[in-house]
């Protein structure tokens, strides 16, 4: 009797775990894993599955993962590109501030398209207002997703968004009860603003977190003025506070970590905490240390910082990414490989799938066991008729707008460029509508 299973992408060419192309093969796909990969006529003999796809005219390779997002941000995009500092305090916070169930709604729906098209099939929020309504929307999308909820406790925060500890972590257990474990998503404890925290509040948000065994994440070593308050006031880097209070861990995940001390990457070492870098964004205050992370055995995302920094094509970022990595340490050192190709599509892909919740060493590849979230890059474009080497061709040349199939945890989001769980077509019109009504207010 032959073994049930789910999809077959059928002759398909993809990326091995090496990044090197395997061509003329099927991937099979049972309960959203990658059940094998073989010949058509081989996996006929011992399987057959209820739904296929034609995959001759793509490259599969794995899903990305977007790191860090703000879901929040969406309709922000174009007002923060040439701002004088701090746009946090200025813009991002007051807008943040008037926030209702239908933004969130319409910002969640647009996110979830922009990332479908661009190739992303997982994401991490760093966490906004009224998240029960993006947490719906993701769902349905069959997009992977991590949401927290803003949990800030600062005095002087506008009205509507301020709180006390306790409140603040309330908040994220209901996102927690409501929805974690919903569709593909999962919900992580979040630490906002590190300043905007008190003490209380990261000890019990890191309780909650191992309590509830999920992520703890925090925007970290972002901005001068963090490390400043925190040496100001115990005379210790924010990393080395937060493991003086010892929250830190496997399961700690760093957006950005930017101005690291050499005490501070030993301590993320031991601790085998996690980060992630934001080429776009990070490129108006630093470069990272992603060799000496990377050296030293840490797993790094990489993350767009959401639609107001740039967008969220992680194909874009993967290309800044680069551009700074070779200008930062391999112009210095005469050496243009400091950060080679399958490096970066190593860090979009397992680097991110770890981040979420995956296994090092199985997520973010094409081989058996591993979750079924992948991606069909269009052949017919020029630029994939004559690669050379194809992961060096994909950073360099691949763009959002090559994505042509999109599958996560083994459901078809996209096929031939058509969104298949979202009505993309609806969601425009009212994003345009929201944009008139602004020009209007």
């Known amino acids: 009797m032959k073994h049930q299973a789910d999809l077959l992408i059928r002759n398909s060419d993809y990326l091995n775990e090496t990044f090197e192309l395997t061509e003329g093969k099927s991937i099979l796909i049972s309960d959203g894993k990658i059940e094998a990969v073989g010949t058509a006529a081989e996996l006929e003999e011992r399987y057959q599955w209820k739904e296929e796809l034609e995959g001759s005219g793509c490259i599969y390779m794995p899903g990305l993962v977007d790191s860090h997002m703000h879901t929040g941000q969406q309709l922000l995009r174009g007002r923060v590109l040439d701002e004088m500092p701090m746009i946090w305090t200025r813009i991002m916070l007051p807008y943040e501030s008037t926030l209702t169930p239908e933004k969130m709604r319409l910002s969640a729906q647009a996110a979830a398209v922009e990332m479908i098209h661009a190739g992303t099939t997982g994401f991490i929020d760093a966490g906004s207002y009224f998240?029960?309504?993006?947490?719906?929307?993701?769902?349905?999308?069959?997009?992977?997703?991590?949401?927290?909820?803003?949990?800030?406790?600062q005095a002087g925060l506008p009205e509507s968004?301020?709180?006390?500890?306790?409140?603040?972590?309330?908040?994220?257990?209901e996102l927690y009860e409501g929805f974690h474990g919903f569709g593909n998503l999962k919900v992580y404890y979040s630490l906002r603003s590190l300043i905007s925290c008190s003490e209380e509040l990261i000890l019990r948000a890191a309780e909650r977190a191992k309590e509830k065994q999920t992520m703890l994440q925090a925007h970290m070593n972002e901005y001068p003025g963090e490390i400043n308050f925190y040496m100001e006031r115990k005379q210790l880097r924010p990393y080395e506070y937060l493991d003086s209070l010892g929250v830190l861990g496997?399961?700690?995940?760093?957006?950005?970590?930017?101005?690291l001390s050499e005490q501070e990457i030993e301590i993320l070492k031991d601790?085998?905490?996690?980060?992630?870098?934001?080429?776009?964004?990070?490129?108006?205050?630093?470069?990272?240390?992603?060799?000496?992370?990377?050296?030293?055995?840490?797993?790094?995302?990489?993350?767009?910082?959401?639609?107001?920094?740039?967008?969220?094509?992680?194909?874009?970022?993967?290309?800044?990414?680069?551009?700074v990595m070779n200008l930062t340490y391999g112009v210095p050192l005469a050496e243009p490989a400091v950060m080679p190709a399958k490096t970066i599509l190593k860090m979009a892909t397992e680097g991110g799938q770890v981040?979420?919740?995956?296994?090092?060493?199985?997520?973010?590849?094409?081989?058996?066991?591993?979750?079924?979230?992948?991606?069909?890059?269009?052949?017919?474009?020029?630029?994939?008729a004559a690669y050379g080497q194809i992961a060096n061709t994909i950073l360099e040349s691949v763009n959002a707008g090559d994505v042509r199939d999109s599958i996560c945890a083994g459901k078809v989001l996209m096929k031939d460029y058509e969104i298949l769980t979202m009505d993309e077509q609806r969601i425009y019109q009212e994003v345009c509508r929201f944009r008139e009504q602004e020009r209007m207010a």
Request: hydrophobic share 40%; with cysteine.
């Open 131 to 153: 998240m029960e309504e993006a947490a719906k929307v993701y769902a349905g999308s069959g997009l992977r997703g991590a949401l927290s909820y803003s949990t800030m406790d």
């Open 355 to 384: 981040c979420l919740g995956g296994r090092a060493g199985l997520d973010g590849a094409i081989r058996p066991g591993a979750r079924a979230d992948i991606i069909g890059l269009d052949k017919n474009r020029i630029y994939l």
């Open 250 to 259: 496997e399961h700690f995940l760093g957006a950005h970590s930017l101005l």
């Open 271 to 323: 601790r085998k905490v996690k980060v992630c870098h934001c080429p776009f964004s990070n490129c108006g205050k630093a470069a990272p240390h992603t060799p000496e992370l990377l050296k030293r055995g840490l797993v790094v995302g990489l993350g767009t910082d959401g639609a107001a920094h740039g967008g969220l094509s992680l194909f874009n970022e993967m290309k800044i990414f680069r551009s």
């Open 161 to 173: 968004i301020a709180m006390d500890a306790g409140t603040a972590i309330q908040k994220t257990d």
